[in-house]
């Protein structure tokens, strides 16, 4: 397969019935326990714990600027919104799974509010890039919200029409951003150990930021 076809199928979004089989099961084990927060990946969490699921680029440089938060109670990375089931890595890079790299964050929104952590979100990264995050290019990359309840929802909401038109004050397209519901989005698969808090585990790891500069903070 060229380069050029590869970029090619890695820009265009996947029809599910061209999207790669997948497995019954895992191909791979998933760390229990949060390298840095030392909270479980996948829960059980206290009672109260929000969950939402973000895609801002690469799932690394995410991730760590969540774990970071005060409230967040752990953060884990995967893959989300694609059709594949139980996908692995090398698969997700060829475009044909329809997945994004995604990042779980549970936090306690009596600390975190929703609207705090989504206007984090948007911050940290270009919303209006489409299938990309500079020079990061693909499917795998486009930004995402899914959410697990309609307050969630209606924060996503509400805090892209905060940002839209200060991001295009400042220059930049139209918001390009995935919204829809973890249910819509569909299963969040795990990714591998190796990926979970990579930048904890590799502090010296690639993944740059690709901020606008532009506030989402609420007006004055």
Same mark, same amino acid.
């Given at each position: 397969?060229?380069?050029?076809?590869?970029?090619?199928?890695?820009?265009?979004?996947?029809?599910?019935?061209?999207?790669?089989?997948?497995?019954?099961?895992?191909?791979?084990?998933?760390?229990?326990?949060?390298?840095?927060?030392?909270?479980?990946?996948?829960?059980?969490?206290?009672?109260?714990?929000?969950?939402?699921?973000?895609?801002?680029?690469?799932?690394?440089?995410?991730?760590?600027?969540?774990?970071?938060?005060?409230?967040?109670?752990?953060?884990?990375?995967?893959?989300?919104?694609?059709?594949?089931?139980?996908?692995?890595?090398?698969?997700?890079?060829?475009?044909?799974?329809?997945?994004?790299? /995604?990042?779980?964050?549970?936090?306690?929104?009596?600390?975190?509010?929703?609207?705090?952590?989504?206007?984090?979100?948007?911050?940290?990264?270009?919303?209006?890039?489409?299938?990309?995050?500079?020079?990061?290019?693909?499917?795998?990359?486009?930004? /995402? !919200?899914?959410?697990?309840?309609?307050?969630?929802?209606?924060?996503?909401?509400?805090?892209?029409?905060?940002?839209?038109?200060?991001?295009?004050?400042?220059?930049?397209?139209? !918001?390009?951003?995935? !919204?829809?519901? /973890?249910?819509?989005?569909?299963?969040?698969?795990?990714?591998?150990?190796?990926?979970?808090?990579?930048?904890?585990?590799?502090?010296?790891?690639?993944?740059?930021?690709?901020?606008?500069?532009?506030?989402?903070?609420?007006?004055?």
């Amino acid at each position: 397969m060229s380069w050029l076809f590869t970029s090619a199928l890695r820009s265009t979004m996947v029809a599910p019935e061209r999207a790669l089989p997948g497995r019954d099961h895992p191909a791979f084990s998933v760390p229990t326990t949060h390298t840095v927060l030392g909270t479980p990946l996948a829960g059980p969490w206290p009672d109260g714990t929000a969950v939402l699921y973000v895609a801002m680029g690469c799932f690394w440089g995410a991730e760590r600027s969540l774990w970071q938060l005060p409230g967040v109670v752990t953060t884990a990375v995967g893959y989300q919104g694609g059709f594949t089931p139980n996908p692995t890595y090398e698969e997700v890079c060829t475009g044909q799974t329809g997945h994004t790299e /995604a990042v779980l964050v549970a936090y306690d929104p009596k600390v975190l509010s929703h609207a705090d952590l989504l206007r984090h979100f948007w911050e940290q990264h270009d919303p209006t890039q489409g299938f990309r995050q500079g020079n990061d290019a693909g499917t795998q990359y486009r930004s /995402a !919200i899914y959410t697990t309840t309609d307050e969630q929802a209606a924060v996503a909401a509400a805090t892209r029409e905060e940002f839209a038109p200060r991001l295009a004050a400042a220059g930049f397209g139209d !918001i390009t951003t995935e !919204i829809r519901t /973890a249910e819509e989005a569909g299963p969040f698969y795990y990714a591998e150990g190796y990926h979970q808090q990579y930048l904890d585990k590799n502090p010296n790891g690639y993944c740059p930021v690709h901020a606008t500069g532009v506030s989402c903070a609420p007006a004055s």
